[in-house]
């Protein structure tokens, strides 16, 4: 199993920015796909950005703003998140996919039944 700890999250007023890391420990991820989600009370948790070896996805109401990427020697995926809206305001949870999926994960990085581990979340606050 990967244990996964999302930090970074926190309070900014909007247009500002934030940087969140996930740490992943009990194997390394650099053949494996990773996600982030944010979720808001009463809605479903919702696909943000992934990436997979050399490619990467993103939602399009983030896209231009945020940047996934990942350091293989510290097994950590970041989310920088840019020009942030009072709208990003959610927990944001790390993903993480342990099976290797091949071409179904090209056509499902955005559904949580796809990733096998999670983290436990970090608060995002965007103020107006």
């Given at each position: 199993?990967?244990?996964?700890?999302?930090?970074?999250?926190?309070?900014?007023?909007?247009?500002?920015s934030l940087r969140l890391s996930c740490a992943a420990s009990g194997r390394t991820f650099s053949s494996s796909a990773m996600g982030w989600f944010r979720q808001v009370p009463g809605k479903e948790r919702e696909f943000?950005?992934?990436?997979?070896?050399?490619?990467?996805?993103?939602?399009d109401s983030v896209k231009g703003r945020f940047t996934i990427s990942g350091d293989n020697a510290k097994n950590t995926v970041y989310l920088q998140m840019n020009s942030l809206k009072p709208e990003d305001t959610a927990?944001?949870?790390?993903?993480?996919?342990?099976?290797n999926l091949g071409t179904y994960y090209s056509a499902?990085?955005?559904?949580?039944?796809t990733y096998d581990d999670w983290g436990?979340?970090?608060?995002?606050?965007?103020?107006s």
């Open positions: 199993q990967v244990q996964l700890v999302e930090s970074g999250g926190g309070l900014v007023q909007a247009g500002g943000v950005a992934a990436m997979r070896r050399y490619s990467t996805y993103y939602a927990v944001y949870y790390c993903a993480a996919v342990s099976r499902n990085y955005d559904a949580t039944t436990q979340g970090t608060q995002v606050t965007v103020s």
